[in-house]
């Protein structure tokens, strides 16, 4: 007890010295929070090195600000999967390109609506409060559930919750977290049931996406190596899985004018067109 009370302590005193340091540094918390939202989009990207001892936002008060004017625009169901880079470009005030809006959360409320981003926090809010309760059974595990608080807290600020090396780990920590944490009577119990349950229920759409979306793929590999019967096959075979997709009738109209099939491609990229306008 008097060596964790030490460590605590130590802990304590070596993160009010680095807050002093930033303090010195950057000014008060208003002066902060104006340099990081005034600072523009950058042209080209500064070198990391340069960027550690900054509070340089680099646009992202504006990437911010344009998922919230999004999704205001858009209530309820919000503007569709994958079309915050369509926003923004149509609003920007700058040449700066992006595809996403450093933020998984306010991405999530822009594209998907209130439904959606429902979803992922209740998603990434389970392990967050179950997995207390693991990592006060099992101290082992408390390195374990900071490091999912801090890939929670990152996705927050950044989009490299996209990259699978960095959320596939992160994913195993939470669901580890969710198996480990010990279950209280017959509540515990019922909570455990009722995730399996909903994950049972996943199943099914969740592989109808890995096919289609495995054969997208197939077909764009084929295309590239100009093998237009192989990419032909496998954007039918993607349309067919996913027959609501944009992108698997564009790909098999890429395909098809591959091929030279000119009238076919056209009649396609025109249901794409009205998939997705």
């Not at 059974?137 to 490299?160: E, I, K, M, N």
Request: no cysteine.
């Amino acid at each position: 007890t008097a060596g964790r009370r030490a460590l605590g302590a130590l802990l304590l005193l070596a993160l009010a010295a680095m807050l002093s340091l930033a303090a010195g540094r950057i000014g008060t918390p208003a002066e902060a929070w104006r340099t990081f939202s005034t600072a523009p989009p950058p042209t080209t990207g500064p070198g990391l090195n340069a960027r550690l001892l900054t509070l340089n936002g680099s646009g992202r008060a504006q990437f911010w600000t344009a998922a919230l004017d999004d999704a205001a625009a858009h209530p309820w169901l919000g503007s569709g999967a994958g079309t915050y880079e369509l926003w923004w470009n149509r609003h920007r005030d700058t040449n700066f390109k992006i595809r996403d809006a450093h933020s998984l959360y306010l991405e999530a409320l822009a594209e998907l609506g209130p439904a959606g981003l429902l979803l992922l926090v209740a998603a990434i809010g389970l392990p967050l409060v179950f997995g207390v309760r693991a990592a006060r059974s099992r101290p082992a595990l408390t390195g374990a559930y900071a490091a999912f608080v801090a890939w929670v807290a990152h996705a927050g600020v950044d989009w490299d919750w996209e990259m699978p090396v960095l959320t596939l780990p992160a994913l195993m920590l939470g669901a580890g977290l969710l198996a480990s944490a010990p279950a209280h009577g017959g509540g515990g119990r019922r909570v455990h049931v009722a995730l399996i349950a909903v994950s049972l229920a996943l199943t099914p759409p969740v592989f109808v996406g890995l096919v289609g979306q495995s054969a997208l793929a197939a077909s764009q590999r084929a295309a590239a190596r100009g093998d237009w019967v192989e990419a032909h096959e496998q954007a039918s075979k993607a349309g067919s899985w996913l027959p609501w997709s944009a992108d698997a009738k564009r790909q098999l109209g890429a395909a098809q004018l591959g091929g030279g099939d000119v009238a076919a491609a056209r009649a396609t990229f025109r249901r794409a067109l009205q998939l997705d306008p």
